[in-house]
């Protein structure tokens, strides 16, 4: 079983940066993917980025394009988002994931609040 935590979420202001981080804990085999998803009251979760289990390959939303920063440190089975130039629209509960060919792992998520 896998375990997710994300931390580095909090309030900032407009135009500032924040590193999310995601550790996992646990034994698990075949991940396929590692991805960052948000959410809104009243909205679905959305992807913001993804990148493969070997690294070789990274997606974005495109309301994050030039933003924002995925990366992974296997050895310490961490992955990364590094936010830049946050908006207000940016404010959301930030979700990391991990999934295989049949199973999809969440952390608990870390509130991101950006004021103007």
């Known amino acids: 079983q896998l375990s997710l935590v994300e931390s580095g979420g909090g309030l900032v202001q407009a135009g500032d940066s924040l590193r999310l981080t995601c550790a996992a804990s646990?034994?698990?085999?075949?991940?396929?993917?590692l991805g960052w998803f948000r959410q809104v009251p009243g909205k679905a979760r959305e992807l913001i980025s993804a990148i493969t289990w070997r690294g070789d390959e990274t997606h974005y939303a495109d309301s994050v394009k030039g933003r924002f920063s995925i990366s992974r440190d296997s050895a310490k089975r961490t992955v990364y988002l590094q936010m830049s130039s946050l908006k207000p629209e940016d404010t959301a509960v930030y979700y990391c994931n991990h999934r295989t060919a049949t199973l999809t792992y969440w952390g608990q998520g870390t509130q991101v609040t950006v004021s103007s």
């Open positions: 646990g034994r698990i085999k075949s991940i396929i993917s």
